[in-house]
């Protein structure tokens, strides 16, 4: 005797409703850039651009003694203009549509993801103001990264990239980089038994990168460090802070471009911090609600040919 069953390929195969328990948000990488940078407002009726006054030198000279000091100077200065703009992601959700499905937390959750959405941009901005340093370049394209490219970069910004008029900058110095990037510096840092034996591998660039077998019983605790935990325990090299950014652009050749910088050397100015406003007032929309995020930054550089250093490196996807 048949039995009526429901499900797939059953005889009531569409009568069981689809009902989704869970509900998740993709995860974006935000939040790096502004930690690095030196953060400034733009106050409301403070006109709609932020200056930074930058003083010129003077220079003291051997004097004579018992005769006049004739050496009066002019003090020049130099005002440089950051401006911020607005940046929006706007999302509207039908009032039916609101009430059909299953979540019954799909505004607050859009909310979230507008907000997602304005850091997402906010951060990749900031990652692209990098290249915008203008000093010295470190590496190029399909270079390898080594730990000596971040220590020697990050003691020229630690001079201002000049000896004739040293300029150390004020604060902490980073090095933001991609986590592919990351990957291959964290592994060459592993105390080193032989320096010249090149008998690891680790990640490819039409080849492989080379790496050192690791020493037994060296420094045996920042080597196991790295080995568990990989480019999350770098911390600093050569004084530089390291951070890791995946919004740093990727080219075709398989390189990124970061940047060894001060943090007084990475402006980021904001006269709106991101709100979000619902609009569901149009009454010939018939309870569909608007969502808009909106706010106004702008990064820039300072001193950008002492105070940073773009740096070009491999940063392929790794298989060993």
């Known amino acids: 005797m048949p039995t009526t069953l429901a499900g797939s390929n059953q005889a009531l195969d569409a ?8 509900f998740r948000l993709l995860h974006d990488e935000t939040g790096v850039m502004r930690s690095c940078a030196t953060s400034m407002s733009l106050g409301a009726h403070e006109g709609n651009s932020k200056y930074i006054n930058d003083y010129g030198r003077l220079i003291a000279y051997s004097l004579t003694d018992g005769a006049d000091m004739a050496q009066a100077q002019a003090l020049a200065d130099t005002a440089t203009p950051y401006t911020p703009a607005e940046v929006g992601v706007q999302c509207i959700l039908g009032g039916r549509t609101m009430r059909r499905v299953a979540d019954p937390s799909l505004q607050s959750r859009t909310a979230r993801i507008l907000n997602n959405a304005y850091d997402l941009k906010e951060d990749g901005d900031g990652c692209t103001q990098l290249a915008s340093f203008t000093a010295t370049t470190g590496g190029s394209a399909g270079t390898v990264i080594s730990p000596g490219h971040v220590s020697g970069f990050g003691a020229r910004v630690a001079i201002g990239n000049s000896r004739a008029n040293p ?3 004020g604060g902490d110095i980073f090095y933001v980089c991609h986590p592919l990037t990351a990957h291959v510096l964290a592994l060459r840092l592993v105390p080193y038994a032989n320096p010249n034996a090149l008998t690891t591998t ?3 660039n039409t080849g ?6 690791p020493g037994v019983g060296v420094r045996a605790g920042m080597s196991d460090e790295l080995i568990r935990r990989g480019y999350k325990a770098l911390g600093t090299v050569g004084d530089v802070i390291v951070k890791t950014d995946a919004n740093l652009t990727v080219d075709s050749g398989d390189d990124s471009t970061g940047a060894v910088f001060a943090k007084e050397g990475l402006i980021y100015v904001s006269e709106e911090e991101p709100r ?9 929309m018939r309870g569909a ?4 995020c909106w ?7 300072y001193r950008a040919s002492s105070f940073g250093n773009p740096m070009t490196f491999d940063s392929s996807l790794p298989t060993s």
């Open 289 to 292: 609600a608007e969502g808009n």
């Open 295 to 301: 706010g106004s930054y702008v990064w820039g550089n």
């Open 208 to 213: 492989a990168h080379l790496a050192v077998t």
């Open 167 to 169: 300029e150390p900058p």
């Open 15 to 22: 009568s069981l409703p689809t009902i989704y328990r869970e």
């Open 276 to 284: 979000i406003d619902w609009d569901t007032t149009d009454k010939s």
């Open 202 to 204: 680790v990640g490819i």
